[in-house]
């Protein structure tokens, strides 16, 4: 059956790893942990990993065990400075203009930053809607129910008609194990063997779709 939606990751999927956006989050989200909780700084890093393995995100961990309020979490941890940060990249506007499939962003991420990022590379619109972390609470990628979710958000009903196109090999396991068709997108050899393709960037995406069809 022919793939005819697509579910797109946002961070470091939309732009390279590079650009440092997760980095910034990542000391906006120690800062967080300590002006909040009071935890020791030299014990976060430790803290924030386990969070992250153990619930999938930093977030639902902190939420579970700290109940933290999450609306409050994200709009501190994404108050970055993107201009600073972002490449600008005007060709991302023909990748996606080349792309026939329905585009939804689905993210762990909350939904001003996605449309913040979108907003920078003027690519909003060639999306449907964004799925954010708060739609699919109290889940996250790469937990199954967070895919259950997002498809049903998108009116899907066959899994196996979606694409998760995603940086993490995590991610892509886990749709895989929903039946979706799944496109890493990074270094081959953090590939998983559940990936049905492999690009090295975004940019590689509409031929490799257009392959996928033949």
């Given at each position: 059956?022919?793939?005819?939606?697509?579910?797109?990751?946002?961070?470091?999927?939309?732009?390279?790893?590079?650009?440092?956006?997760?980095?910034?989050?990542?000391?906006?989200?120690?800062?967080?942990i300590?002006?909040?909780?009071?935890?020791?700084?030299?014990?976060?890093?430790?803290?924030?990993?386990?969070l992250?393995?153990?619930?999938?995100t930093?977030?639902?961990?902190?939420?579970?065990?700290?109940?933290?309020?999450?609306?409050?979490y994200?709009?501190?941890v994404?108050?970055?400075?993107?201009?600073?940060?972002?490449?600008?990249?005007?060709?991302l506007?023909?990748?996606?203009?080349?792309?026939?499939?329905?585009?939804?962003?689905?993210?762990?991420?909350d939904?001003?930053h996605?449309?913040?990022?979108?907003?920078?590379?003027?690519?909003?619109?060639?999306?449907?809607?964004i799925?954010?972390?708060?739609d699919?609470?109290?889940?996250?990628?790469?937990?199954?129910?967070?895919?259950?979710?997002?498809?049903?958000?998108?009116?899907?009903?066959?899994?196996?008609?979606?694409?998760?196109?995603?940086?993490?090999?995590?991610?892509?396991?886990?749709?895989?194990?929903?039946?979706?068709?799944?496109?890493?997108?990074?270094?081959?050899?953090?590939?998983?063997?559940?990936?049905?393709?492999?690009?090295?960037?975004?940019?590689?995406?509409?031929?490799?779709?257009?392959?996928?069809?033949?």
């Amino acid at each position: 059956m022919p793939v005819n939606t697509l579910f797109i990751d946002l961070d470091d999927t939309i732009y390279p790893p590079r650009d440092g956006i997760w980095e910034a989050i990542g000391v906006r989200i120690d800062s967080f942990i300590h002006l909040k909780l009071g935890h020791d700084p030299l014990e976060i890093p430790l803290l924030r990993e386990r969070l992250f393995h153990q619930y999938g995100t930093t977030l639902r961990g902190l939420q579970t065990e700290f109940s933290i309020n999450p609306f409050e979490y994200l709009d501190y941890v994404h108050n970055i400075p993107l201009k600073d940060l972002l490449t600008p990249n005007p060709g991302l506007k023909d990748v996606f203009a080349a792309i026939p499939q329905r585009k939804l962003i689905f993210t762990n991420s909350d939904r001003n930053h996605s449309r913040r990022v979108l907003e920078f590379f003027n690519i909003l619109p060639f999306f449907e809607r964004i799925i954010d972390v708060m739609d699919v609470a109290p889940y996250c990628k790469p937990n199954l129910n967070a895919f259950q979710s997002a498809l049903q958000l998108a009116g899907v009903s066959d899994p196996s008609t979606c694409a998760l196109i995603d940086d993490s090999p995590r991610n892509i396991q886990a749709a895989h194990q929903v039946g979706m068709y799944c496109v890493h997108v990074g270094p081959p050899d953090k590939t998983p063997p559940s990936a049905d393709r492999w690009i090295a960037n975004i940019e590689s995406l509409p031929s490799a779709l257009a392959e996928m069809s033949d």
